[in-house]
């Protein structure tokens, strides 16, 4: 039986039968997961992964304190930065003043990145996630964001920027002063 297409084992989207990718979030496609009957819609997954699991496939040593840790789909490196100020993430423009993490090597164009599609705070006691008017929407652990509007989000949330995703970790400032006290 020859399937009408394949989904995606990431947002488990139906894509063409000779797909090799998926044409919403950029995941590469199981020969598996063919069969129409595979998967389902909503798996009732989790949105993030605990906190708790972190350690055994990331270093959470290299995260800056007070920094962020961003792990780009289908990227070798992650991004390690010190969030000092707010951080465009988007493509690079010509003459930018501001401070903005350039996603266009990683085929931002083409998986639907605005210029300026978002924008990461560090608040007081966490980070905080602003759509930009994007083009093709902001998704915080799967639930689209209104534009302009600031967002928390906790550490070890998924992102997605158009078709592009991501999956943030941070560190507070005060964490290393609390440990040394205790």
């Known amino acids: 039986m020859k399937a009408s297409g394949k989904f995606c084992p990431i947002c488990k989207n139906k894509n063409a039968y000779t797909a090799s990718s998926c044409s919403y979030c950029g995941a590469a496609l199981e020969e ?18 605990p906190l708790d699991n ?19 789909a289908g990227a070798l490196k992650p991004y390690y930065l010190d969030m000092d100020k707010d951080l465009i993430v988007g493509r690079k423009l010509e003459a930018a003043s501001e401070a903005i993490l350039d996603l266009s090597d990683l085929d931002g164009f083409n998986l639907g990145l605005s210029r300026r599609h978002a ?14 008017s994007s ?46 006290k205790s």
């Open 32 to 49: 598996n997961l063919t069969y129409a009957g595979a998967t389902t819609k909503d798996t009732g997954g989790l949105s993030s992964i």
């Open 54 to 72: 972190l350690g055994s496939f990331v270093d959470m040593a290299l995260i800056p304190q007070g920094g962020i840790g961003i792990y780009v």
């Open 119 to 132: 924008m990461l705070r560090r608040t007081e006691s966490s980070y905080e996630l602003t759509d930009l």
């Open 135 to 180: 083009t093709n929407g902001t998704w915080l652990n799967n639930e689209r964001l209104a534009p302009n509007k600031p967002y928390p989000f906790a550490s070890g949330s998924q992102l997605r920027l158009g078709r592009m995703r991501l999956f943030v970790l941070y560190r507070h400032a005060l964490e290393g002063i609390k440990k040394t």
